[in-house]
């Protein structure tokens, strides 16, 4: 079992920066595909960056490209999620995933993920 605990959240203005972290916990994550979600309130879950077991590879979705980098420290066991130039259509609260294949199919996908955490707001004030 993995338990993934995301940190880092809170109000920020537009144009303004935030790194999130998701800490693991239990088995190691070094071979796990690790992705970061959003999603608000009534709304579906929406993908927003994922990063291959090395970390040599990493996909965004387009409404975050260039803004966001998403990174990994397997030897803390911890992922990163970098947010610069927040815009308030980035509300939402951010969960981290983990998938223990360490598949690169459908990184996009929440499906292929087995592990979730929590979660932590982000708010992006205009």
């Known amino acids: 079992q993995v338990q993934l605990v995301e940190s880092g959240g809170g109000l920020v203005q537009a144009g303004g920066s935030l790194r999130l972290s998701c800490s693991a916990s239990?088995?190691?994550?070094?071979?796990?595909?690790m992705g970061w979600f959003r999603q608000n309130p009534g709304k579906e879950r929406e993908f927003a960056a994922a990063?291959?077991?090395?970390?040599?590879?990493?996909y965004y979705a387009d409404s975050v490209k260039g803004r966001f980098t998403i990174s990994r420290d397997n030897a803390k066991k911890t992922v990163y999620l970098q947010m610069n130039s927040l815009k308030p259509e980035d509300t939402a609260i951010y969960f981290c995933?983990?998938?223990?294949?360490?598949?690169?199919?459908?990184?996009?996908?929440?499906?292929?993920?087995?592990?979730w955490g929590q979660g932590t707001q982000v708010t992006v004030s205009s």
């Open positions: 239990g088995r190691t994550i070094s071979s796990y595909t």
């Open positions: 990063i291959s077991w090395s970390g040599g590879r990493t």
């Open positions: 995933a983990a998938d223990y294949s360490g598949s690169l199919a459908t990184p996009m996908a929440g499906s292929k993920y087995d592990y």
